[in-house]
DNA sequence: TATTGTTATACTCTATAACTATA
DNA sequence: TATAGTTATAGAGTATAACAATA
């Protein structure tokens, strides 16, 4: 393995907060990227797991969520049913709608992926003092928070 | 346009660090994503012009910080050339190696493109108080100060 | 021999368009 | 008519493998 230049740092200079945003949410998705990756799983596919750990959406509720079109969604939730993680089933309300779920195998994916996450993220995270953690926390609740607006 | 139930959260309600890490990561990259789709970029294109802005890695480098393996990132340095945005050059200190960097008009996009995602972010970075502003940045970077050992 | 980079090929993911069924 | 969802079909993005050139 050969050793070059690395470099070092990945936004702009100068600084802002929406730099160090912008810069904290690639590094923080690289790690769950690896993390996917390990397990075979596309960022969408983390995320849609991630997303039915507590909800059980139909699939345009799930859609708009996740910025993907109707279609690519249909694909993605099919793809995943077949793997045995969700499941499918007509919306009791509505005759049109679809309404998804984790299987119990399922959760116990995302179970798993939630701790493994936590443990790759211990490296940043754990660069904090513990109040600091907390604050931080606090802080991106917050902003998270006032995301309906965006 | 119809309005159906809307989904308010991402990330498994029990909180923790890497949590609200990860949510908003996920909300930050949807909204570059959906910036960078305007101009028709894709979220590895934004990040490619965004490193670029002021370093000149050569092709092994680049890949490696990406994260991608270096064929990839020859077809996306390709399609980025070919729109005028970076160019190539032999690096002067070793024959094999290639280094890239943006072109003018490169320059002149991402400038762009920082200036309106500090504007799509506004909604976000907005809703914190200015003195809240300062500490979550100052939290960002020194958790990016420890990404190194990641 | 090892490293840098490109080209050839295949697979995954996503979007656009057309369709079926229910409201 | 409008909405919910699926099924083609096509294009972008990525990885695996094989290759050419330099160290």
Do not use: C
Request: proline share 5%.
């Amino acid at each position: 393995m050969q050793k070059h230049r690395s470099i070092n740092h990945a936004s702009a200079p100068d600084g802002g907060l929406a730099d160090a945003l912008v810069t904290s949410a690639f590094v923080t998705m690289a790690v769950v990227s690896r993390l996917g990756a390990e397990h075979d799983l596309s960022l969408s596919m983390v995320r849609l797991l991630g997303i039915l750990a507590d909800r059980r959406p139909r699939m345009t509720e799930l859609a708009d969520y996740l910025g993907l079109e109707k279609q690519t969604l249909s694909g993605l939730v099919a793809r995943a049913e077949k793997k045995g993680w969700v499941a499918r089933a007509p919306n009791p309300d509505d005759g049109r709608a679809t309404d998804v779920f984790l299987t119990p195998e399922g959760t116990k994916l995302v179970r798993r992926l939630h701790a493994q996450g936590r443990e790759a993220l211990a490296p940043l995270t754990g660069a904090l003092a513990p109040e600091d953690q907390q604050a931080l926390e606090r802080l991106l609740r917050r902003l998270l928070a006032a995301r309906a607006a965006a």
